[in-house]
């Protein structure tokens, strides 16, 4: 059933349920103020009737049209009583049934009830009794009833149709947001965006759009997360078929009966060539993968000059015959991000070597610098230089020169790694002239997360 029918049902069955509750508070009170004016009727009537009372009944002609005259009332029902003598209007109890007392009274006569008042004037010797059946009230208040239940069944069908009215309009704004919920839920980036002024609409609204925000964030978390297992299975299978298939060769040659000693220690040869390679493109291949999947919430406070320092002395060691010099500009001693302290070792690490090989043994300078909001690193080399239109692809993987001996991810994950913080790396020419400069900016505060 939809909430506007039950609305209007509602709305149908509590109504007629005031009305006759009000009604039943009503008739009682109705009935006490019914019971007094005929009391105070009765009074008036012997009242002006009283006075009159022996002239009236000695009338030899019609004594009771000469009653209703006086009392301007056709349906009062006098007993007149002078000196013993009594003249009836009406219908009336018996004579013996009324009493001899003045004031307001009630009698029975057989099935019927009836009410009264009497005066007398004890002087004249008259009496006067104006009574009225009790009936006639019973019958007033039994239409007073009737009217209620009347008004309530009145009532009842026009509420529902009122009440139908305004549920629909009532609940229009659920409508709408039935109608922009169907319309969002299976569209990922769609909001509904919703306001109509009722809060409690406009809350459920902005609660579904918060939802819908998360949805959207984990589908996207989800298919990153594939990309990357399948950049990743695939980064593997392409860089491990060349020394799988050496080492293939290599065993060829060891199992082939006519192999010479000269032939077989070359094949030796090739296998620990193939499987220092292997052993290097796997130490690649895992920090790249941790460049991929790294999760925000592994960001920590990282003291970039610190760090700056322990990666020179470890290129230092893995590159002896290379100079390694640092030039530090703007504060840098209190460098510190938010950041993942791994990955921009990593960075580091990577543009170090990268510099140590392509440099030609020239020096190979370390700069950072700080800016507001904002870290810089550079690192020059004095070698041959990038050419302009290489200075976009060398980020791509496997993208490198036919003399390098790496493997062609060593830039790939400096830019995963930068990307991931947010910050930038690009390649250019060294302001003397000669060799590359690589610079990468870093957001010092704010992304991805700042820990509490």
Not at 152 to 159: E, K, M, R, Y
Not at 397 to 411: A, I, T, V
Request: charged share 20%; with cysteine.
């Amino acid at each position: 059933m939809k909430l506007s029918t039950r609305f209007a049902w509602m709305s149908a069955a509590t109504l007629p349920v005031l009305v006759l509750a009000a009604g039943a508070a009503l008739v009682p009170w109705e009935s006490a103020d019914l019971r007094a004016e005929r009391d105070t009727h009765l009074h008036a009537r012997a009242e002006l009737l009283l006075p009159q009372a022996g002239s009236l009944a000695a009338q030899s002609a019609e004594p009771a049209s000469r009653v209703r005259e006086a009392l301007q009332a056709p349906d009062d029902a006098v007993v007149i009583a002078v000196h013993g003598t009594e003249v009836a209007v009406g219908t009336t109890p018996p004579a013996a049934a009324l009493p001899a007392a003045d004031g307001l009274f009630s009698v029975r006569d057989g099935v019927r009830t009836w009410r009264g008042y009497s005066a007398s004037d004890t002087a004249a010797g008259t009496r006067v009794w104006v009574v009225e059946p009790e009936a006639v009230l019973t019958a007033k208040v039994r239409r007073l009833r009737g009217r209620v239940w009347l008004m309530a069944l009145i009532v009842s069908p026009v509420t529902f149709g009122v009440g139908a009215l305004l549920g629909r309009r009532t609940i229009r704004p659920l409508t709408v947001l039935r109608d922009r919920a169907g319309r969002v839920s299976a569209g990922t980036g769609a909001r509904i965006d919703l306001r109509t002024g009722v809060e409690e609409i406009d809350d459920v609204a902005a609660v579904l759009d918060g939802a819908l925000a998360r949805r959207d964030e984990q589908e996207r978390e989800t298919v990153e997360a594939w990309q990357a297992a399948r950049s990743f299975a695939a980064t593997a299978a392409h860089e491990l078929r060349t020394p799988l298939t050496a080492v293939q060769t290599a065993l060829d040659v060891l199992e082939h009966p006519g192999a010479g000693e000269q032939d077989r220690g070359a094949a030796l040869v090739d296998l620990r060539e193939a499987h220092g390679r292997v052993l290097g493109l796997l130490d690649v291949l895992r920090a790249l993968s941790r460049a991929e999947l790294t999760r925000p919430e592994s960001f920590t406070t990282v003291d970039l000059a610190e760090l700056a320092e322990t990666a020179l002395h470890a290129a230092r060691a893995r590159h002896p015959g290379v100079p390694f010099e640092t030039r530090e500009t703007g504060g840098a001693d209190g460098c510190t991000m938010i950041g993942w302290a791994d990955g921009v070792r990593m960075v580091l690490d990577n543009l170090l070597d990268n510099a140590a090989v392509h440099g030609a043994g020239g020096v190979v300078m370390l700069g950072l610098s700080q800016m507001p909001d904002t870290l810089m690193v550079t690192v020059d080399d004095g070698g041959p230089g990038v050419a302009p239109e290489l200075r976009a692809r060398i980020f791509e993987r496997f993208s490198k020169s036919g003399s390098s001996p790496g493997f062609g991810l060593g830039l790939t994950i400096v830019a995963q790694v930068v990307a991931l913080h947010g910050g930038t790396v690009e390649a250019g020419p060294a302001p003397t002239g000669r060799g590359s400069r690589f610079t990468v900016r870093l957001p010092s505060q704010g992304f991805p997360k700042v820990p509490a």
